[in-house]
C-alpha cells in the first residue's frame, strides 16, 4: 500500500475527465487499496480517483463513526435523484481547510461495480448522498467550489497558491 500526493485546487488536472474502467483487475484492487489509505491517513470521508492525478471511474467512500466501513465504487453512475433538495456544508481534500454550502438533491440511487466488479446499486441520503455526488463531481472534472460564485472561487484559488507556497518554504 502506499499514500498517493492529492491534487490542490486550482491544479487543471482536477478538471480531467475520467474513463470508465474497462475491467476490474489486480491494478484497480491496488488503485483501491492506496486510495482508501490514503482516504484514511487525510482523513477524509471519500476520494476519488481524480483527486490523486488517477483518471479513472474510481471512488472510495467511508462515511462510518468508527472509519471501518469503507464502500468502492467503479464506474458509478447515478440513476435516481430527489427533486427535493438540501444545503450541506462541504469540504474538499484538494481545498483544505475551506468550507462552504452547497445544494444537492437529498437522496440519489447510484448503479455502480464492487472491488469484485460486480454490478449493484445503492440508495443513499444524508452525507453518503452528499459525499457520492461530490466524488462523482470529481470523476467529471468538477470541484465543489465551482458551485460558488465567482469571487469566492479566486479568494480560494489565491488562498490556496499561497498555502502552497507556504508549505514549499517549509520543505
Ligand atoms: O472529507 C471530505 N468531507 C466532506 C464533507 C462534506 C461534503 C463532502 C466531503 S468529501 C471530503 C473528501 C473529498 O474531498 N472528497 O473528494
Ligand atoms: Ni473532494
Known sequence: MALLPVLCYPDPRLHKVAKPVAQVDERIQKIVA????TMYEAPGV?????????????????????????????????????????????????APDYYDEVERPSEIRV????????????????????????ELDHLQGKVFVEYLSILKRSRISQKMKKRAKEL????
Do not use: Y
Open 168 to 171: 514549499e518554504s517549509q520543505r
Open 111 to 134: 448503479k455502480a461495480l464492487d472491488i469484485k466488479g460486480k454490478e449493484f446499486e445503492l440508495d443513499a441520503d444524508g452525507l453518503l448522498a452528499v459525499c457520492l455526488q461530490h
Open 34 to 37: 492506496d486510495m482508501a489509505e
Open 46 to 94: 471519500g476520494l476519488a480517483a481524480t483527486q490523486v492525478d488517477i483518471h479513472e471511474c474510481i471512488v472510495v467512500i467511508d462515511v462510518s463513526d468508527d472509519q471501518n466501513e469503507l464502500m468502492v465504487f467503479i464506474n458509478p453512475e447515478i440513476i435516481w435523484a430527489s427533486p427535493e433538495k438540501k444545503s450541506w456544508r462541504e469540504g474538499c481534500l484538494s
